[in-house]
């Protein structure tokens, strides 16, 4: 049981894991998406909607980010 750690603590960690994803999701929309998915259907559709245009790039990585949240 020396891995146990409480329920507060592991959402604290993944709060901030959160936190940090969402921020470089607003300055460079892809690496946040990134970071979560990897290189899967996630990762192109943002660089697609950041080539037509860096507003949708955010709205998506964003939306992906909070709504799939786990």
Not at 18 to 38: E, F, H, K, N, S
Not at 48 to 55: D, E, Q, R, T
């Amino acid at each position: 049981m020396s891995d146990y750690q409480p329920f507060l603590e592991r959402r604290q960690r993944d709060d901030g894991n959160l936190c940090c994803q969402v921020l470089l999701a607003i300055i460079c929309p892809p690496i946040g998406v990134y970071l979560r998915y990897g290189c899967g259907i996630e990762f192109w559709i943002c660089i697609l909607l950041s080539i037509l245009g860096y507003v949708p790039g955010i709205i998506y990585s964003v939306y992906i980010l909070t709504v799939n949240n786990y």
